[in-house]
């Protein structure tokens, strides 16, 4: 089965051009919608769908900056899905949540808490702002690490990956704040 960039006709690569990649997905879709092959025999027709479910899962990773580069870190070995606990068996490595990152996080939250209990509305918008730096801090490590990566370098990528896990915990932090969680 062909990688999401190999489906997109794409150099795996983090940093790519949103334009040529809708282009790319646009062009592919017309070519591979299954409506076009409605009158052609069965199998041909499954083909279609096969092809266009390809495509639109493709796409569906490599337009999302973050998502993107989760799969470009598990197409090199490095599985941050599941945070757990490191491996020994088996081929991907999945990543262990530092626990000073935890406890940062845990800390945020109590005083996001307090900050409510107490309507300190003040202090909630400290906050927020404070893990938005935090947020911009990581996406910087994210793209500089693929910088190099782009290049040929993969000594980034545990940094990327660690960075990627620290994104996801204040994003559940930012969506604590937002009330969606």
Known sequence: MPDHFEVLGLPRKFHLDAADLESRYLSLQKETHPDRFAKALP??????????????????????????????????????????????????????????????????????????????????????????????????IVHDGFSAYDAGDKSKLDAIARALVSLRYYGRFMDEVEGKE
């Open 43 to 140: 199998r041909e027709r499954m083909e279609a769908v096969v092809r266009n479910t390809e495509l639109n899962d493709a796409y569906k990773v490599l337009k999302h900056e973050l998502r993107r580069a989760e799969y470009l870190l598990k197409l090199e070995g490095v599985d941050i899905g599941e945070e757990k606990p490191q491996s020994t068996t088996g081929a991907t490595k999945q990543l262990v949540v530092d626990p000073k990152l935890l406890i940062e996080v845990m800390t945020l939250r109590e005083a996001l808490s307090d900050a409510r209990d107490e309507k300190d509305e003040a202090k909630v918008v400290e906050l927020t702002k404070d893990v938005e730096g935090r947020s911009a801090a990581s996406m910087k």
